[in-house]
């Protein structure tokens, strides 16, 4: 069976630290979609990590982490992040495979990102500008570049021809985009020399063949579920399924095989990039969300917008996504609040609905809320389920009834031993 791990909001819920905390569980961590776009924070000993592409198993002694068919890689940024992990002396060959059916960034896709968005204007999308809308678009317009072409010789001729095609289309854009090609490639082929050094695999028959041998394997999803492309907000999204149907096809999996669905949501809402949001807060207390929170961007360092807990979004990533277990992320960030307001519908069209709609828009939907008791105490230093605030306890008690699925862990501060089990 495949246990996955999604988050359940816009992203940036955690993921990194819980697939940390559960990797002792499990024999292989696998990511099945995204790409350098997320930014997995891990922090431990002291120490904080931040892994772009890599799976959060990398540190644990026994996991074998594997990058599946569903994932972009850039060859640049995958570099650095091995560079980044050198003391570590991990063994990367042996420890992380890679799909040879996953997909590559080029740095013209990169570009191409940047040239997208700056001809949008105000309507840009707010991407982290890594290539990923482009190279999720090569891959369904049929013509990206795989990493199993590597092992080819003919790969750099396939390099060329794509790379000159996007610069033609860099040019349609009629945009200022600044760009050294010969320096971007110099360090691109660098990368990629890199990136031949680790085991490549048909990361589908690795998968299969674990599931046959009883292993236990944990997909980690990036992204959330309401940046999904199918499911999100619309174009606001990111240009993978981040939902659990992700995992099928960005792993190989097929569904009956999909064991339990753990979901991740903070104990509020973070955004970070453009479109709707909204219980998003432009006062004091999302100031304070920000701050305490620390919610800057793992991958571009751009605050993230920040407010209440939306029910009815989380509403929804609970059923597209079948979750059986939930986790509450960062309630140490709530301590302090007189009350905590939760979202449990919308006025949307003179109505008041409980569903999240079409368009979610400020100008089509108003939140309406609910008010809790909010708490005082410190959470950081605690350990265990019995230490926990009562209005806390009260606030975990009605979003279990409202979404009908226990919440297994209560996260009060980003190191690892910072995780409390219920
Ligand atoms: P892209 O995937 O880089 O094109 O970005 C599309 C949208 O998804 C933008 O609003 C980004 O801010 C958002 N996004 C992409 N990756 C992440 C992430 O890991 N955490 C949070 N937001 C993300």
């Known amino acids: 069976m495949v246990d996955l791990l999604l988050g359940l909001q816009w992203g940036d819920e955690g993921k990194g630290k819980i697939v940390d905390v559960l990797t002792k569980d499990y024999d292989i961590i696998a990511r099945f979609q995204g790409g350098p776009n997320a930014g997995h924070t891990l922090e431990f000993d002291g120490i904080k990590h931040v892994l772009h592409t890599i799976p959060s198993g990398i540190f644990h002694k026994n996991a074998m982490n594997v990058v599946g068919n569903g994932v972009v890689i850039d060859p640049v940024i995958f570099k650095k992040e091995l560079d980044n992990l050198e003391q570590f002396q991990i063994d990367f060959v042996a420890k992380l495979l890679i799909s040879r059916k996953a997909h590559l960034i080029l740095p013209t896709h990169r570009l191409l990102d940047a040239a997208s968005e700056t001809a949008k204007g105000k309507a840009k999308i707010g991407s982290t500008l890594k290539g ?238 609910t008010e809790l008791k909010g708490w005082k105490e410190d959470l950081t230093k605690l350990s265990k389920a019995e230490e926990l605030p009562a209005a806390l306890n009260a606030y975990i008690a009605y979003l279990e009834k409202e979404l009908n699925v226990p919440i297994k862990i209560v996260s009060v501060g980003p190191d690892r031993l910072q995780t409390i089990l219920r």
């Open 132 to 369: 990923i809308g482009p190279t999720y678009m090569d891959k369904t317009g049929r013509n990206g570049m795989r990493v199993g072409d590597l092992e080819f010789t003919d790969w750099k001729e396939k390099y060329r021809a794509l790379a000159d095609k996007h610069e033609a289309m860099i040019a349609y854009y009629d945009v200022d985009i600044q760009y050294n090609l010969d320096e971007l490639e110099a360090e691109f082929f660098e990368g990629v020399e890199t990136l031949k050094k680790l085991t490549f695999i048909d990361s589908e028959q690795y998968i299969f063949d674990a599931m046959a041998a009883g292993k236990k394997i944990l997909a980690e999803g990036a992204q959330g579920s309401l940046l999904d492309i199918d499911f999100g907000t619309y174009p606001f999204v990111t240009s993978s399924n981040t939902t659990a149907a992700g995992a099928c096809t960005g792993l190989g999996v097929a569904p009956g095989k999909i064991g339990s669905v753990l979901g991740i949501f903070k104990a509020y809402t973070t955004r970070v990039g453009s479109g709707p949001f909204p219980t998003e807060l432009f006062d004091d207390a999302g100031a304070t969300m920000g701050r305490v929170g620390n919610e800057f961007g793992a991958t571009t360092g751009r605050p993230r917008r920040c407010g209440w807990l939306d029910l009815v979004a989380l509403k929804y990533a609970v059923q597209i996504n079948g979750v059986t277990e939930l986790m509450m992320m960062k309630a140490d960030v709530l301590s302090g609040f007189d009350t905590i307001k939760v979202c449990t519908a919308y006025h949307y069209k003179g109505e008041q609905i409980t569903h999240l709609p079409y368009n979610i828009e400020a100008e089509y939907v108003t939140p309406v809320y």
